[in-house]
């Protein structure tokens, strides 16, 4: 198998994801995308409260060039959390086809995890390397930069989110000139019951469309 997209098609990949606090989607649609910690730096925007965990700092700021994604959600990490949280549904091709994306068959944070080693983790084998048998929980992707919103192919809230953070994100969306290549097929719907698999049958036949 020779490229990226192949892999994808050949093992019925279409969605990846990334999960964050709802919090923080305001300010990631107000700025077109997901951002790694040095795009949020450079532009100024704070951090959240529950911040992505690196391992260590040292860690942390040898990777802050990356988005953290995956192939589906942590539902382990998703029931410890205590902040209303939200899947970002990502388009696999676009994300995965990013230059220097790499393919992590295990989580980042692990203290046996070097910065060295996760950087050399890029191309098709290393991705076929996390599909072999289907990715496990722990499985990452990271992104150089930035995931653009065209990327995005819906938002999954946790149960009772929605009615909270979705009236916020959907202004954001409306007044937000950096959201122009926004699909339109976009949906926005409320997960009932943590645990199914990802991509949870998306895109789900009832969902909210875009304003």
């Not at 279409?14 to 990631?28: A, D, R």
């Not at 929980?137 to 930035?146: F, H, N, Q, T």
């Not at 989110?161 to 949906?187: C, Q």
Request: proline residues 7%.
């Amino acid at each position: 198998m020779r490229t990226i997209s192949e892999a994808l098609l050949t093992n019925d990949v279409s969605y990846v994801c990334h999960l964050t606090p709802c919090e923080q989607l305001p300010s990631i649609f107000r700025h077109g995308g997901l951002l790694s910690l040095i795009e949020r730096r450079r532009r100024g925007i704070a951090e959240p409260s529950a911040q992505h965990y690196w391992g260590d700092d040292a860690k942390r700021e040898q990777l802050a060039d990356f988005v953290v994604c995956s192939f589906r959600p942590s539902w382990g990490m998703v029931r410890r959390h205590t902040h209303d949280l939200a899947i970002v549904v990502l388009d696999a091709a676009l994300v995965c086809c990013t230059p220097k994306t790499c393919f992590l068959t295990t989580n980042s944070a692990r203290a046996s995890v070097t910065a060295q080693w996760v950087r050399q983790q890029t191309g098709v084998y290393s991705l076929l390397g996390c599909l072999a048998g289907w990715p496990t929980d722990d499985a990452e992707i990271l992104v150089p930069s930035r995931v653009g919103v065209s990327s995005f192919r819906g938002l999954v809230f946790s149960y009772g989110a929605l009615s909270r953070w979705w009236p916020l994100v959907r202004d954001e969306i409306a007044r937000s000139t950096s959201n122009g290549a926004l699909s339109p097929s976009f949906k926005t719907f409320e997960n009932r019951g943590l645990g199914m698999a990802f991509p949870l049958d998306f895109p789900p036949a009832e969902g909210i469309p875009l304003p």
